[in-house]
């Protein structure tokens, strides 16, 4: 039974001003359908339109969100043109990229009892469903907490819960692991996978990291980049997508054919093809350590009430490298980040910024120091980076940063196009994607070239593209003598940039090394190519392409 269909559809919005339509559509010509009980995977760059897309299926655009649209969509033989988002409610559930947005109730139990006080059912059914969903995304500690006091990853499996409650037919998810640690997102996407198999629920999910997903997906949808859409099955799409997962990256480079999408076909592969891969005789040898600590604390604690967040912590980050922490949601690396930038709550503990001989310029502990001053020294980056947006346009933010840092006119620009290229510099902050909007982010505040960056989560919404270039950016800050530190649960961008590994559990950091020896140790924090081409010492496809390049420069 086809349950989604889209006939020709067009999708203009309103130019930045509102006054008229767009030059270019969003999307363009969009023909395709999707059958009862398929895990259907969106994918395509950031800023595609894949939210868009999403937002069709539940009646969100263009009813709340203007545009013109043409052509024709059905869900569950409903018209668009006939019914509002109200009349899909019972049909189609939908999550979006930032969970906080959508809550409507104060506590996680409340939230999940809500959608299904709408719908009218009974007491006791609302109960049972409850416990059921709690169990489900393991989460049942979690029933009386406030929601602004969960971490962003809690945050997202409770919006997911609060739409699996009321049993849609069709359920709608916009990144719904980028707020996840590694298990938690498996967690989550099994639970996906059941609704799929044992209850015929429909799922279609955009997601960025396709490593976490395309295993589980009947089919793929990929949103180009002018706004055309092809659908297929995952092969198919594989075979030349402008975003791929490491695992399809490395058969394009050593010539797989058919493409394989899952770890255990890309390990059998690499067992019967392993002449093509280069001998390693040693795992690589480490950078040389730097010369000077760029911020350093002893004996940091954090504590909100009663609940321990960071427990006597004592950590210092160098300058010229990228560290990169880790660990599952709540583990306290977002506290021990705003602890030791100075902004954040700290219970107990000293935090000290540079050495002699330090390329940061100032010396004391952060809390100390003016906000402005502060933001020069030691910058941070929220997970919630469209806190920071105030002003009409990208335009505007991008010369507001220029000006506020001393930089060069353009400097802001010119990081945002490396990162994110195509952004009208007209557009509204609000109007753009999740990615986009953090890629402006971080372009503001690394406009002022502050001694030490830190990042938290910078990679939610970023396709594959981006991140390298996120990458390239963060790399060339530390041949300049700055420190960076990354909190992130994406095991192939930390892969990517990181000099150094910390590992978080509870509050304690209970692993500190080379990525090397911390990741590829770990089942869950291990990037897909060391899982293929194990115990060889390769992290990226990168990685496997210079050893390539060196081999055959050898022969």
Excluded at 244 to 260: F, G, T
Excluded at 429 to 456: F, I, K, N
Excluded at 498 to 513: F, I, K, P, T
């Amino acid at each position: 039974m086809t349950l989604i269909r889209l006939e020709d559809v067009t999708l203009t919005y309103g130019d930045s001003l509102g006054d008229e339509l767009a030059a270019q559509p969003t999307l363009r010509d969009v023909r395709l359908q999707v059958e009862e009980g398929e895990l259907v995977l969106v994918i395509g760059p950031t800023g595609s339109g894949k939210s868009t897309l999403l937002g069709l299926l539940g009646g969100h655009v263009p009813h709340f969100t203007g545009g013109l649209l043409r052509g024709r969509v059905e869900v569950a033989g409903r018209d668009l043109r006939e019914h509002r988002p109200r009349d899909l409610a019972d049909v189609v559930g939908v999550v979006g990229q930032n969970p906080l947005a959508g809550f409507v109730t104060d506590t996680v139990e409340e939230e999940l009892a809500y959608a299904m006080e709408q719908i009218g059912l009974p007491p006791a059914v609302m109960r049972k469903r409850v416990e059921e969903t709690l169990d489900l995304l393991g989460i049942a500690e979690l029933r009386h907490a406030s929601l602004r006091d969960l971490s962003g990853g809690q945050q997202q499996r409770v919006a997911i819960g609060s739409v699996l409650t009321a049993h849609p037919r069709i359920l709608v998810l916009d990144e719904p692991t980028s707020a996840l640690d590694p298990t938690g997102a498996e967690d989550v996407l099994a639970a996906l996978s059941r609704l799929v198999h044992d209850l015929g629920v429909t799922v279609v999910v955009a997601e960025h990291r396709i490593e976490r997903v395309i295993h589980l997906a009947d089919s793929i949808i990929e949103v180009g980049a002018t706004g055309t859409v092809r659908h297929g099955s995952p092969a198919e799409i594989m075979a030349d997508a402008r975003v791929a997962p490491p695992v399809v990256e490395l058969a394009r480079l050593l010539h797989w054919s058919p493409v394989p999408l899952s770890i255990r076909d890309a390990r059998r592969r690499a067992a019967r093809d392993g002449s093509a891969l280069p001998s390693v005789e040693s795992a690589p040898v480490e950078s040389p350590r730097p010369a000077s600590t760029a911020v350093s604390a002893e004996r940091l604690v954090v504590r909100y009430g009663d609940v321990p967040a960071v427990s006597d912590v004592t950590v210092g980050f160098d300058t010229g490298t990228v560290s990169v922490i880790m660990g599952r949601n709540g583990a306290g690396k977002s506290s021990l980040l705003w602890a030791i930038q100075g902004s954040g709550p700290r219970t107990s503990g000293t935090v000290r910024l540079g050495t002699p001989g330090s390329t940061v310029p100032h010396r004391g502990d952060p809390a100390d120091l003016p906000p402005a001053e502060r933001r020069r020294a030691i910058t941070l980056v929220p997970q919630s980076a469209s806190d920071l947006l105030y002003l009409e346009t990208v335009a505007s933010e991008c010369d507001q940063a220029d000006a506020e840092s001393g930089a060069a006119p353009g400097t802001c620009a010119g990081l945002l196009g490396a990162m994110v290229p195509g952004i009208d510099p007209a557009s509204h902050p609000r109007d753009l994607s999740e990615g986009q909007r953090l890629a402006l982010v971080l372009a503001v505040q690394l406009t002022g070239e502050p001694g030490v960056v830190m990042l938290d989560e910078p990679t939610r919404g970023l396709d594959y593209p981006a991140k390298a270039a996120l990458t390239r950016v963060l790399r060339d800050m530390v041949v300049a003598g700055r420190c960076v530190v990354v909190s992130t649960h994406d095991v192939e961008f930390a892969a990517g940039v990181a000099d150094r590994v910390l590992v978080m559990a509870e509050g304690e950091v209970v692993a500190d090394g080379d990525p090397h020896e911390i990741l590829v140790s770990s089942p869950a924090f291990a990037p897909q190519v060391s899982k293929v081409l194990a115990p060889a010492p390769w992290l990226t496809v990168d990685d496997v392409r210079a050893a390539l390049v060196e081999a055959g420069a050898s022969r």
